[in-house]
């Protein structure tokens, strides 16, 4: 059995994880977060440095990945293979929230004309586990398991509404955020403000903080007994669909799609 390394052995102890933690699993966690579309093919030297594991520990996780068939090699590149996907879809299968919403996104988005997601909040960013786009965006559009920051995103500050305030603060207490336009709001009191908002008017619209050129309109989606489980957008560029008009048409159609939905979601 491989010893953990001094290090390692650190940052378990300042965890408080358990005995019962795997390092191996995680290892092997971290090793396929490591592609991405920056870097979709990886040689074991650039995985160890970007996991921060020694060469001889990276090459066995490496290697059992690559025998379940996560992972394939060409010469001395890895990458993913589409198994990965697998590991989406036993999410997606499990989770009844996405069978349900996928339907309301298409419906909301064959209305409007305009992209429609759902998403959740992971950590400091919400990922989209439902999803439609019009067509004539299909070539460029998003889709399930899209990630997002969380600060800068109506879909984000909606959930972040959602939260109690002791893990609200927390969230604010941790974030780093950084600016992905010249518009996005950064200062953490100010950030405070606006969510603090949303949770009075059940609603998030924001423009151009995540994106140059792009506004968005969000709503909760709350299970039976009231608590959030998750946000529903819709977007569109800001030279076709103005806040006025998003507060007019495409918030009440969000609001009564969720408002239908409400006692399904247990």
Do not use: W
Request: charged share 25%.
């Amino acid at each position: 059995m491989s010893r953990l390394r001094e290090k390692d052995a650190r940052q378990r102890q300042e965890s408080n994880r358990s005995p019962d933690f795997s390092e191996a699993l995680a290892r092997g966690l971290k090793v396929i977060g490591a592609f991405s579309s920056e870097r979709p093919q990886l040689t074991m030297s650039d995985i160890a440095r970007a996991v921060d594991l020694p060469r001889a520990t990276a090459r066995r996780a490496i290697y059992t990945l690559t025998e379940l068939g996560y992972l394939a090699s060409e010469g001395r590149l890895f990458r993913l293979t589409p198994k990965v996907l697998e590991l989406a879809s036993f999410y997606l299968k499990s989770n009844p929230v996405t069978t349900l919403l996928q339907p309301v996104c298409d419906r909301i988005s064959r209305t409007l004309e305009e992209a429609c997601s759902v998403a959740v909040l992971d950590n400091t960013e919400v990922v989209m586990i439902a999803h439609t786009s019009p067509l004539r965006f299909i070539a460029v559009a998003p889709g399930v398991g899209y990630r997002l920051p969380a600060f800068c995103t109506s879909l984000g500050r909606v959930l972040l509404a959602g939260l109690p305030d002791r893990e609200l603060n927390n969230f604010l207490a941790r974030l780093e955020p950084r600016a992905p336009t010249p518009y996005t709001v950064t200062d953490k009191d100010v950030l405070r403000q606006r969510i603090e908002a949303v949770r009075e008017q059940g609603y998030a619209i924001v423009t151009q903080e995540a994106e140059t050129g792009f506004r968005s309109i969000a709503v909760p989606i709350r299970r039976h007994d009231g608590a959030v489980i998750a946000a529903i957008n819709v977007g569109g560029r800001i030279e076709t669909v103005t806040e006025q008009e998003m507060l007019d048409g495409h918030l009440e159609l969000l609001r009564r799609e969720t408002g239908q939905l409400q006692n399904r979601l247990l």
